[in-house]
């Protein structure tokens, strides 16, 4: 079972914390294959679209388009999940209220976007992915940075309480 986020994309049910209700059966459910681009009908004004990395069905109300050869699932993903590809499908989409709008095939296939040679997406995707595990391990640094200052925090407070360390003379030095 998988599912469709403007967060992340396509991924596993299983690996997300989901308070709806389960349908009873999966009748109806859509095949998807790795490689698929899969739209939540629903939510694709908000982004909620990707590729799928894996196998799997998706519910009824999700479209599922099966990429041409001519284009690369790495880069097909990047495009869809930027916010100007989600304005676009917005702008495709039908609806009463801006938050019921639906993303619909045959408006689907409407929208343009730009399908360079095949190296060139490729060359595209990996520029991408570079930059993702680049920002990935720039946070990671950032969050042990972050729990080393709690930690040192932490650790001069209760110096300061339990006398370790005398810091009587600092506020009025600060003060000056």
């Given at each position: 079972m998988?599912?469709?986020?403007?967060?992340?994309?396509?991924?596993?049910?299983?690996e997300?914390?989901?308070?709806?209700?389960?349908?009873?059966?999966?009748e109806?459910?859509?095949?998807?294959?790795?490689?698929?681009?899969?739209?939540?009908?629903?939510?694709?004004?908000?982004?909620?679209m990707?590729?799928?990395?894996?196998?799997?069905?998706?519910?009824?109300?999700?479209?599922?388009?099966s990429?041409?050869?001519?284009?690369?699932?790495?880069?097909?993903?990047?495009?869809?999940?930027?916010?100007?590809?989600?304005?676009?499908?917005?702008?495709?989409?039908?609806?009463?209220?801006?938050?019921?709008?639906?993303l619909?095939?045959?408006?689907?296939?409407?929208i343009?976007?730009?399908?360079?040679?095949?190296?060139?997406?490729?060359?595209?995707?990996k520029?991408?992915?570079?930059?993702?595990?680049?920002?990935?391990?720039?946070?990671?640094?950032?969050?042990?940075?972050?729990?080393?200052?709690?930690?040192?925090?932490?650790?001069?407070?209760?110096?300061?309480?339990?006398?370790?360390?005398?810091?009587?003379?600092?506020?009025?030095e600060?003060?000056?």
């Open positions: 998988l599912t469709v986020s403007h967060l992340t994309g396509v991924t596993p049910r299983s997300k914390t989901v308070n709806m209700f389960e349908a009873e059966t999966n109806g459910y859509k095949k998807v294959a790795k490689g698929d681009l899969v739209i939540n009908t629903l939510w694709a004004w908000m982004g909620a990707g590729v799928s990395s894996n196998n799997g069905i998706v519910s009824p109300a999700y479209h599922v388009y990429p041409r050869p001519s284009i690369h699932s790495d880069y097909t993903n990047h495009l869809v999940r930027i916010p100007n590809f989600a304005r676009e499908a917005s702008r495709w989409s039908k609806g009463v209220w801006s938050s019921r709008l639906r619909y095939p045959q408006e689907m296939f409407q343009l976007f730009p399908v360079p040679p095949m190296e060139e997406q490729q060359q595209i995707s520029r991408i992915l570079e930059y993702e595990l680049k920002a990935d391990r720039l946070i990671r640094e950032s969050e042990r940075a972050i729990d080393l200052l709690q930690e040192r925090r932490t650790a001069l407070i209760s110096a300061a309480v339990t006398g370790k360390i005398d810091v009587r003379g600092v506020a009025t600060e003060a000056t």
